[in-house]
Each structure stands twice: as C-alpha cells, then as structure tokens.
C-alpha cells in the first residue's frame, strides 16, 4: 500500500487543473488569432470575456497548491511539483493574458482593411502554439527531451520577430494612414514572442522540476 | 597528528561497524561530525540510529554482547582503541534522551550532580553553574524561586530542558540528543528547538529525531540511515530539497519506510 496515496492523488488533481487552464490559455491564442485574421470583432470580446475564467483556474490552482503545503509538508521532488505548478500556472496565466492583447489588437484594429493578407504572422503564431503544446507535454509527462527541443525553438520566433517587425515598420511610410493598424500588428508580433518566452519558461521549470537544477534556457 | 585536529571535526568516524551479537546493526560508517553545527539523524525504526548516537560517547557499551570495529576519533583520540576514562569522555560528550529523566532530587541539586562528580565542591561555584545552566536552558526565569523543590514537580518540557541543563552543566564539547522532544506537546517541541539552535552557537549537538520537520528546522547538516547503512550525508537544505539517492528521496517524502 502507498503511505502517501491520497496524497499523491491530489497532486495529480493539481497537474489535471493545470493542464485544462493551458487547453484554455491555447485556445484563447486560437481564438484571438482568428479574430484578428478573420476581422471577427465579437470573437475577440469573446476571447476578452473569457480569461475572467482562466484567471478563476489560476486562483484555484493557487489554493490548492498552498493547502497542499499546509497539509503536507511537502519535500524534495514533492515541494519541486508543488512549486512548479505555481510557477506554471502563472506562466499559463501570462500566456492568457497575451491572447486577450492580441484580441484587444484586433478590436483596435476593428474592420479597417488590412493592409495586405496576413501570412507571416500566422506562421508566427503556429510556432509560439507549436512552442505551448510542447512546454505543457513536457510539464505533463516531466520529460526533459521534450522541454529542451521546445525551448531549442524559442531563437526561431524571436529572429520571426526581429524580421517582422522591420518589415512593418517598412510599410508606415507608403501608407501613413495606416499606422494604427501597423502599430497593432507589430504589438501582435510582440505578443506571439512572449507567448514563446513564455513557454521557454515551462520548459525550464520542467528541467528543474525533474533535476532539481535551474537552467537558463533563454541565455 | 590526527585528521580532527587539523580540520573543523570533532567527531572522525572511521569504518564503524557494530554486532549486537550476531545482528550487523552498524556498517562502514564513515561519518565526520563539524565544530558548532548541528546534525540530525533520520531513519526509520531500526536502521541504527540511535546505536550509532550512542556509541559517540560510548554509551553503548551498557549493552551486552556489542562488538565494534574501525574508529571513533574524538578530538583526535580514537575512543576504541585507547584506553578511556569513560567518566572524562561522557564530560565532553552530553547527552538527553527521550524522555526527561530527571534525579528523584531537587532542581539545584540535578544541575549540581556532574559539577560535584567532577570534583567542584564549593558552594559560590555550584551556585554559578547551576544558574548559568538553567539561563543556557531558558529555563531560570520559570524555576529561579524554587531551586530547591523536587525536579519531578515540574512539567514534560521543563524536565526534558532540566536535563539539558544537566549535561551542560559539565561543560561539554557535545551535546547528544536521542529524540529529545518525542513525548512533548508541541510548544514544549517548539522551545526545545529554538534552545536548540541557540545552543549551537556553543556546543555541537546531534540529534536523532523521528520528525522530519525538526530535522530540516534545525540542523545544519543531516545523515539518513537504513538498515545499519549511512546512505546519505549532506547539508540539510540539499537532503530536503534536492536528495541524491532515491531511498533518501522515498523515506523523506513518505513513500516507503
């Protein structure tokens, strides 16, 4: 018989809480991705609307992770999956809040024509996504492999975004009454970059969580 | 010139091994204990703990039938081999037990005890020692009025500080400390560590404890026994954060043991 049984069932209970706020937190960036593209504006406010729950899965995840510590006292690799989440979970939150920018983007930017068809960032975005599923797998099934290869893409968004962003900026002079809409959509960039970063961060916290050492991924 | 003298050791432990009999309860213990810090002892029942505590101040040698091997350098002084005034090493070598087992004597006279077997006879220095004892243990502001009232009149945890005051009142090098706290309610716990940790400043203690959480509150460095074996020893923060072997690992987070 497990001596700590009802205890590790709540740690696996912690993991399932986390792993639906980041199905949500991915969806959000879906969502948000579409309205911006397809100039859906109530889709965005649908998006906007929605994080109140994420932030509800965050604050829960919290309280359980502190009860669990109260209760526990929880040690070693215990204490490093308990610290995890929370770290995770804020980390997932960010991410969250990254998609109600970029719908808010798209709400800026409301049904002004676009300047040309959106194609980069779109690219950019399934990268940043690619980057999320990774770094949530990793933390799910703690695999290292995983999370290093995740991270091993974050150098390929951020020279997306460097490149991106030039080309913008670019587009301001021939069209000066667009600047708005330029403006949001390097913002949108920025956003999809973080979102990268972000994911980065799981994947760390996923090395650390399985070795107990601090690795700076991003360096 | 031994390895202690030259480093911070006091306690050198060298390929300890020890027979109840036939039953091997300690194996190759190779185990150095530093000046002024405090190491905790965990494992479960059984796994050699409290043989291997008592065997520092050689203790142990109550029990009928032990047969030792390798070397306990104290100080320099390999207590196995040479020959040892067993009253002068258990002067340098303190220790508390589980249970407070105060003398069926007064207060005054508990703390005076050891100082008088020592050969102190006058009055102005029993009454300096008893009272600075008593400070050490915080325990002179509770007690101060009645010096002279039976030692059993007083509480679970003021009897189990008494006898702490007690072993220092011979001035030892170390304090030992087999589960000091396990029969106290948990304020008496909480005193005993915090005297604990004041202490250090002075003496070096080792304490075996059951109570992972004392462990990790108050030692500096903590050694995990299982089944005669030292299996892991290392600074306190790593054993509870970050342990390298994976029984270590089972028994602190609960899974086995």
Redesign the interface.
């Known amino acids: 018989m497990?001596?700590?049984a009802n205890?590790d069932q709540n740690l696996k209970e912690l993991k399932a809480m986390l792993l639906k706020m980041a199905s949500k937190s991915e969806y959000a960036i879906k969502e948000a991705m579409i309205s911006l593209i397809n100039q859906d504006i109530e889709k965005a406010k649908l998006v906007i609307k929605r994080d109140s729950e994420i932030n509800e899965l965050e604050h829960e995840i919290n309280d359980k992770a502190l009860l669990l510590i109260a209760r526990e006292?929880?040690?070693?690799?215990?204490?490093?999956k308990i610290n995890v989440a929370l770290k995770v979970s804020s980390e997932v939150e960010r991410m969250a809040d990254m998609a109600v920018n970029i719908a808010k983007s798209a709400v800026h930017i409301g049904e002004e024509k676009h300047i040309k068809e959106l194609v980069d960032i779109p690219n950019m975005m399934e990268r940043a996504l690619d980057m999320v599923a990774e770094s949530i797998t990793a933390y799910y099934s703690e695999d290292i492999t995983i999370a290093k290869k995740c991270a091993e893409k974050d150098d390929e968004v951020d020279k997306m975004f460097g490149r991106l962003i030039q080309e913008l900026l670019g587009y301001i002079p021939q069209n000066p009454n667009s600047t708005n809409q330029i403006i949001q959509l390097a913002f949108v960039c920025r956003f999809l970059e973080r979102i990268a970063d972000h994911s980065t961060n799981i994947a760390e916290n996923v090395i650390y969580l399985v070795t107990?050492q601090r690795i700076d991924l991003n360096a | 010139m031994s390895i202690a003298t030259l480093t911070r050791e006091v306690f050198h432990i060298q390929d300890l091994n020890l027979w109840y009999g036939e039953h091997h309860a300690l194996k190759n213990i190779n185990f150095p204990i530093n000046k002024k810090e405090v190491t905790a002892i965990i494992g479960p029942s059984g796994c050699g703990k409290s043989t291997f505590i008592k065997t520092l101040n050689l203790m142990i040698n109550m029990v009928p039938n032990v047969k030792m091997t390798g070397e306990i350098n104290f100080n320099g002084q390999n207590v196995l081999n040479e020959k040892i005034d067993l009253v002068d090493l258990r002067k340098h070598v303190g220790m508390v037990f589980q249970k407070g087992n105060p003398f069926p004597q007064s207060i005054y006279d508990n703390i005076a005890y050891g100082p008088r077997i020592h050969g102190i006879k006058r009055k102005k220095d029993l009454d300096e020692i008893v009272t600075k004892s008593l400070m050490d243990v915080a325990l002179w502001d509770e007690v101060k009025d009645r010096l002279h009232a039976p030692a059993l009149g007083l509480s679970g945890g003021q009897q189990q500080r008494l006898c702490i005051a007690r072993a220092l009142a011979t001035k030892p090098d170390v304090l030992l400390m087999d589960e000091p706290t396990s029969a106290l309610d948990p304020i008496s716990t909480l005193k005993i560590e915090e005297l604990i940790l004041e202490l250090k400043e002075k003496y070096t203690i080792v304490i075996v404890t059951h109570n992972?959480?004392q462990a990790?509150r108050v030692s500096d460095k903590t050694a995990f026994f299982l089944m005669g074996e030292l299996i892991e020893l290392d600074s306190t923060s790593t054993i509870?954060?970050?342990?390298k072997d994976s029984r270590t690992?089972g028994y602190?987070?609960?899974?086995?043991?």
């Open positions: 497990s001596t700590r205890f006292s929880p040690v070693a690799s215990d204490l490093r107990g | 992972m959480q990790s509870f954060s970050n342990p690992e602190i987070t609960g899974r086995f043991g």
